[in-house]
């Protein structure tokens, strides 16, 4: 059973930056993309971040230059730093086993964990 749990969500100013984490289990992480996708209060899930088995990257307009996606295979995490943190981040972040690069229309069929609280606000 695939087990996804995210932390290090919080309430940080605008300008801020934050580092979240998600520690998985339950398949094999080396071989799968990992993803972070976030749920703003009255919108649909937004990919912002992807992670492949063999560290490419990718990540969404709205992030990109104020995020780093990175993973840990030994200890099956995968973490997304985000910096110069604006009001609009503000949203459930989610870590989800499932990659893409651009535009994932398919992010909403991922397994994905129980989310951690990002709050951007003065």
């Known amino acids: 059973e695939v087990q996804l749990v995210e932390s290090g969500g919080g309430l940080v100013q605008p300008g801020g930056s934050l580092r979240l984490s998600c520690e998985a289990s339950g398949f094999t992480f080396n071989n799968h993309a990992m993803s972070w996708v976030r749920q703003a209060p009255g919108k649909g899930l937004e990919w912002i971040s992807s992670?492949?088995?063999?560290?490419?990257?990718y990540y969404a307009n709205s992030v990109k230059g104020r995020a780093t996606i990175s993973r840990d295979n030994a200890n099956a995490t995968v973490t997304l730093q985000l910096n110069n943190l604006k009001t609009e981040d503000t949203a459930m972040y989610y870590c989800?086993?499932?990659?893409?690069?651009?535009?994932?229309?398919?992010?909403?069929?991922?397994?994905r964990g129980q989310g951690t609280q990002v709050t951007i606000s003065s």
């Open positions: 989800a086993k499932g990659g893409c690069s651009f535009n994932c229309d398919a992010a909403d069929s991922w397994p």
């Open positions: 992670i492949f088995s063999g560290y490419d990257s």
